[in-house]
């Protein structure tokens, strides 16, 4: 049984005292509902993994209610703090090294001398941060490999019955997962796009590396391969579509689909980040009740919030894993 909890005081309030004890609680944040637990709590840390099927022990990002908690936790260099400065509480994750007395699990960080640290910007999150008064490991909140959950009942359709709570703060606004930046070097390096764009880091920080640009630097371990994946096969870059198919489409639709999810009529990216996961889920729930063939999608420009809607397209459509504990 998982509780379903009000974002009011009381729920909240309830939602702290479970993550103290142990318990897996889901909770909104601007980008997705993350799938929370004590992060010094090691126990509380492995059940997320199993949980959410997660075949690997991939790093988790911290959740903190503030950058000097964070602070204390991880050593900043001045250009961290000042992208701390600029985009917290915000969909940034900063990379950095732990401090040696860092209380954070070594599981968290999946046993690296760095660790992903965040303030994410809602209210009931940082309401929730504040009354846990621990660091929050939180993966988004879905089975391993499918599509990242912006609303209580997403989390409810992977999770049901595998963790304890979960608290409804409707949906998310943002839609896309943080950007992660790993800043513990004199130049910041961006691991995952997300919800803050390259572009407005640039602006920040001058230059900013792409990994593909480094030789010799292991990726970030939750980067490769399939990830956000529908039940159902995603096409990219359609001008045309079958009737058999699934339409998400960006902008005028060409005709023919099976079904059509609008992200964003006006060619608008923020509309389309907040809106992507669910219009995945929905086709995908749609296609299969439909019986069609698969998903496909317009294509969307690669600037801005663009690069984070097509860096998990494009992972949404590459092959899948066949290994146990992913999905099909
Ligand atoms: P998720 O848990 O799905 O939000 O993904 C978190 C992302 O942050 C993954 O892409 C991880 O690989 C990345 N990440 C977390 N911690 C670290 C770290 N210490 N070094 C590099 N990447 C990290
Ligand atoms: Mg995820």
């Known amino acids: 049984m998982t509780l379903r909890l009000a974002a009011d005081a009381a729920g909240l309030a309830r939602a702290a005292e479970l993550l103290r004890d142990g318990e897996l609680v889901a909770f909104a944040t601007e980008t997705v509902y993350g799938l929370g637990a004590d992060a010094t709590n090691p126990t509380a840390v492995a059940a997320i993994y199993a949980a959410k099927g997660r075949p690997r022990f991939n790093p988790l990002i911290c959740h903190y209610p503030s950058a000097g908690a964070a602070f204390a936790h991880v050593a900043p260099t001045p250009l961290a703090e000042r992208l701390a400065a600029a985009f917290w509480p915000g969909p940034l994750t900063l990379v950095l090294p732990r401090r040696p007395d860092c209380p954070v699990a070594s599981l968290?960080?999946?046993?690296?001398?760095?660790?992903?640290?965040?303030?994410?910007?809602?209210?009931?999150?940082?309401?929730?941060?504040a009354a846990a008064a621990?660091?929050?490991?939180?993966?988004s909140a879905n089975?391993?490999?499918?599509?990242?959950?912006?609303?209580?009942?997403?989390?409810?359709a992977d999770l049901e019955g595998r963790?304890?709570?979960?608290?409804?703060?409707?949906?998310?606004?943002?839609?896309?997962?943080?950007?992660?930046?790993?800043?513990?070097?004199?130049i910041p390096v961006l691991l995952r796009?997300?919800?803050i764009t390259l572009e407005a880091l640039e602006?920040?920080?001058?230059?900013?590396a792409r990994p593909e640009t480094l030789s010799g630097r292991p990726r970030s371990p939750g980067l490769a391969g399939s990830h956000y994946a529908p039940s159902l096969p995603v096409r990219l870059q359609a001008a045309e579509v079958a009737a058999t198919e699934a339409l998400l489409a960006f902008g005028?639709?060409?005709?023919?689909?099976?079904?059509?999810?609008?992200?964003?009529?006006?060619?608008?990216?923020?509309?389309?980040?907040?809106?992507l996961f669910d219009g995945l889920r929905r086709l995908d729930a749609e296609g299969r009740r439909l019986g069609l063939a698969a998903i496909a999608v317009q294509a969307v420009p690669e600037r801005g919030l663009g690069?984070?809607?097509n860096d998990r397209l494009r992972r949404a459509a590459a092959p899948r894993p066949r290994s146990s504990g992913e999905r099909p």
């Open 307 to 309: 690069r984070a809607i």
């Open 252 to 275: 005028p639709p060409p005709p023919g689909a099976g079904a059509v999810f609008q992200l964003s009529a006006t060619g608008d990216l923020r509309e389309a980040a907040a809106r």
């Open 193 to 195: 796009p997300g919800g």
């Open 163 to 186: 963790i304890a709570a979960v608290v409804d703060s409707g949906a998310c606004a943002v839609g896309v997962e943080s950007t992660v930046l790993d800043a513990s070097g004199p």
């Open 203 to 208: 602006a920040l920080a001058g230059q900013v």
């Open 134 to 139: 621990r660091p929050v490991a939180a993966p």
């Open 108 to 129: 968290t960080g999946a046993g690296l001398d760095t660790l992903a640290v965040r303030v994410p910007a809602h209210p009931d999150a940082l309401a929730l941060l």
């Open 143 to 156: 089975r391993s490999g499918a599509v990242s959950p912006t609303s209580a009942a997403h989390v409810l």
